[in-house]
Protein backbone atom coordinates (compact mmCIF):
# COMPACT_ATOMS: atom_id res chain seq x y z
CA UNK A 1 0.00 0.00 0.00
CA UNK A 2 1.32 3.57 -0.82
CA UNK A 3 -0.15 6.01 0.70
CA UNK A 4 0.23 10.26 -0.08
CA UNK A 5 -0.73 12.98 2.14
CA UNK A 6 -3.54 15.05 0.10
CA UNK A 7 -4.49 17.96 3.36
CA UNK A 8 -4.14 18.03 6.91
CA UNK A 9 -5.47 20.73 9.09
CA UNK A 10 -5.03 21.38 12.69
CA UNK A 11 -7.25 23.31 14.98
CA UNK A 12 -6.00 26.46 16.79
CA UNK A 13 -8.41 27.44 19.20
CA UNK A 14 -12.05 25.73 19.71
CA UNK A 15 -14.37 25.92 16.94
CA UNK A 16 -18.35 25.45 16.19
CA UNK A 17 -17.49 24.62 12.67
CA UNK A 18 -16.52 21.66 10.69
CA UNK A 19 -13.62 21.21 8.50
CA UNK A 20 -14.11 21.16 4.85
CA UNK A 21 -11.81 19.74 2.67
CA UNK A 22 -12.18 20.54 -1.23
CA UNK A 23 -10.76 19.82 -4.22
CA UNK A 24 -9.75 16.17 -3.52
CA UNK A 25 -7.67 15.04 -6.26
CA UNK A 26 -9.21 12.32 -8.33
CA UNK A 27 -5.93 9.88 -8.91
CA UNK A 28 -6.59 7.72 -5.83
CA UNK A 29 -7.68 4.41 -5.33
CA UNK A 30 -8.94 5.09 -1.96
CA UNK A 31 -9.11 7.63 1.08
CA UNK A 32 -7.58 7.15 4.27
CA UNK A 33 -8.41 9.40 7.12
CA UNK A 34 -6.77 10.33 10.24
CA UNK A 35 -8.35 11.58 13.27
CA UNK A 36 -7.26 12.98 16.37
CA UNK A 37 -10.01 14.05 18.19
CA UNK A 38 -11.86 15.87 21.29
CA UNK A 39 -14.85 17.78 21.09
CA UNK A 40 -14.70 20.63 23.31
CA UNK A 41 -18.47 20.40 24.14
CA UNK A 42 -19.82 19.35 27.55
CA UNK A 43 -20.53 15.77 26.63
CA UNK A 44 -18.97 12.29 27.44
CA UNK A 45 -17.91 12.49 23.45
CA UNK A 46 -19.51 13.25 20.36
CA UNK A 47 -20.25 11.55 17.15
CA UNK A 48 -17.81 12.30 13.82
CA UNK A 49 -19.96 12.94 11.25
CA UNK A 50 -18.84 13.19 7.62
CA UNK A 51 -20.63 13.99 4.59
CA UNK A 52 -19.43 13.64 1.13
CA UNK A 53 -19.74 16.21 -1.34
CA UNK A 54 -21.93 19.01 0.46
CA UNK A 55 -24.77 16.58 0.24
CA UNK A 56 -26.72 16.92 3.37
CA UNK A 57 -29.43 14.47 2.57
CA UNK A 58 -31.26 11.64 4.22
CA UNK A 59 -28.76 9.96 1.69
CA UNK A 60 -26.29 7.65 4.38
CA UNK A 61 -26.29 4.70 6.32
CA UNK A 62 -24.06 3.70 8.91
CA UNK A 63 -23.62 0.16 11.39
CA UNK A 64 -21.02 -0.50 14.25
CA UNK A 65 -20.24 -2.47 16.73
CA UNK A 66 -17.53 -2.35 19.93
CA UNK A 67 -17.12 -2.73 23.93
CA UNK A 68 -15.63 -1.10 26.88
CA UNK A 69 -14.24 -3.84 28.13
CA UNK A 70 -17.45 -4.59 30.77
CA UNK A 71 -20.04 -4.71 27.83
CA UNK A 72 -20.59 -4.53 24.42
CA UNK A 73 -22.42 -2.73 21.87
CA UNK A 74 -23.79 -2.01 18.51
CA UNK A 75 -26.75 -0.66 16.83
CA UNK A 76 -26.97 1.34 12.99
CA UNK A 77 -28.90 3.78 11.26
CA UNK A 78 -30.33 4.21 7.67
CA UNK A 79 -31.53 7.80 5.63
CA UNK A 80 -29.11 9.88 7.81
CA UNK A 81 -27.63 13.45 7.17
CA UNK A 82 -24.26 12.08 7.16
CA UNK A 83 -22.53 9.03 8.03
CA UNK A 84 -21.13 8.18 11.40
CA UNK A 85 -17.90 7.35 12.13
CA UNK A 86 -17.67 6.55 15.82
CA UNK A 87 -16.69 9.71 18.47
CA UNK A 88 -13.88 11.96 19.92
CA UNK A 89 -13.65 12.53 23.57
CA UNK A 90 -15.57 15.19 25.16
CA UNK A 91 -14.80 17.62 27.39
CA UNK A 92 -15.47 16.56 30.51
CA UNK A 93 -13.51 13.51 29.76
CA UNK A 94 -9.97 13.63 31.29
CA UNK A 95 -8.04 16.40 30.08
CA UNK A 96 -5.68 15.76 27.70
CA UNK A 97 -7.33 12.82 26.01
CA UNK A 98 -8.19 12.85 22.54
CA UNK A 99 -9.70 9.78 20.19
CA UNK A 100 -8.27 8.52 17.62
CA UNK A 101 -10.06 7.11 14.61
CA UNK A 102 -9.11 5.51 11.21
CA UNK A 103 -11.39 5.79 7.81
CA UNK A 104 -11.07 4.53 4.42
CA UNK A 105 -13.47 5.91 1.95
CA UNK A 106 -12.83 2.74 -1.01
CA UNK A 107 -13.08 3.50 -4.54
CA UNK A 108 -14.17 6.84 -4.14
CA UNK A 109 -13.69 7.77 -7.55
CA UNK A 110 -15.69 5.02 -9.14
CA UNK A 111 -19.03 6.58 -10.65
CA UNK A 112 -21.06 2.92 -11.25
CA UNK A 113 -21.18 2.36 -7.16
CA UNK A 114 -22.12 3.68 -3.69
CA UNK A 115 -19.73 4.85 -1.66
CA UNK A 116 -18.33 2.41 0.90
CA UNK A 117 -16.58 3.12 4.12
CA UNK A 118 -14.99 1.53 7.02
CA UNK A 119 -13.91 3.25 10.41
CA UNK A 120 -12.13 1.68 13.21
CA UNK A 121 -11.95 4.46 16.72
CA UNK A 122 -10.56 4.24 19.86
CA UNK A 123 -10.25 5.85 22.96
CA UNK A 124 -8.71 5.74 26.38
CA UNK A 125 -9.91 7.59 29.31
CA UNK A 126 -6.19 6.61 31.52
CA UNK A 127 -7.86 3.17 32.17
CA UNK A 128 -11.12 3.16 30.66
CA UNK A 129 -12.70 3.31 27.16
CA UNK A 130 -14.11 2.07 24.27
CA UNK A 131 -12.74 0.83 21.02
CA UNK A 132 -14.99 -0.45 18.04
CA UNK A 133 -15.73 -0.65 14.48
CA UNK A 134 -18.03 1.44 11.83
CA UNK A 135 -19.03 1.06 7.93
CA UNK A 136 -21.13 2.95 6.17
CA UNK A 137 -22.65 3.80 2.92
CA UNK A 138 -22.83 6.83 0.85
CA UNK A 139 -26.40 6.60 -1.78
CA UNK A 140 -24.56 7.93 -4.47
CA UNK A 141 -22.01 7.30 -7.17
CA UNK A 142 -20.43 10.94 -7.62
CA UNK A 143 -16.75 10.66 -7.56
CA UNK A 144 -16.08 11.94 -3.51
CA UNK A 145 -13.70 15.65 -4.40
CA UNK A 146 -15.05 17.33 -1.24
CA UNK A 147 -15.38 16.04 2.63
CA UNK A 148 -16.81 17.53 5.50
CA UNK A 149 -16.16 16.38 9.26
CA UNK A 150 -17.73 17.81 12.31
CA UNK A 151 -17.81 16.71 15.60
CA UNK A 152 -19.93 19.18 17.61
CA UNK A 153 -17.46 21.51 17.85
CA UNK A 154 -13.79 20.96 17.52
CA UNK A 155 -11.08 21.53 20.49
CA UNK A 156 -8.08 23.56 20.23
CA UNK A 157 -5.05 20.66 18.86
CA UNK A 158 -7.67 18.09 17.19
CA UNK A 159 -6.40 16.94 13.56
CA UNK A 160 -7.42 15.57 10.61
CA UNK A 161 -5.07 14.16 7.94
CA UNK A 162 -6.43 13.00 4.71
CA UNK A 163 -4.24 10.70 3.01
CA UNK A 164 -4.68 9.20 -0.85
CA UNK A 165 -4.03 5.27 -1.16
CA UNK A 166 -2.98 3.96 -4.58
CA UNK A 167 -3.18 0.24 -4.29
CA UNK A 168 -6.12 -2.13 -2.99
CA UNK A 169 -4.68 -3.89 -0.36
CA UNK A 170 -7.52 -2.29 1.89
CA UNK A 171 -10.16 -3.85 -0.30
CA UNK A 172 -12.26 -3.80 -2.97
CA UNK A 173 -16.05 -4.06 -2.82
Not at 36 to 53: D, E, K
Not at 70 to 77: D, E, L, N
Request: hydrophobic residues 35%.
Amino acid sequence: MSMYPIASYTVGANTSNGITFSNIPQTFTHLHIRIFGRSYNGTAGSNTAVQYNGDSGSNYSYHYFGGDGAAVFSGGAASQTSANFGWVAGNNQTAGVFAISLIDILDYTNTNKYKVSKAIVGIDNNGSGLAGQWSGLWLNTAAINQIFVNANGWAQNSTIQIYGVTTSTIGTF
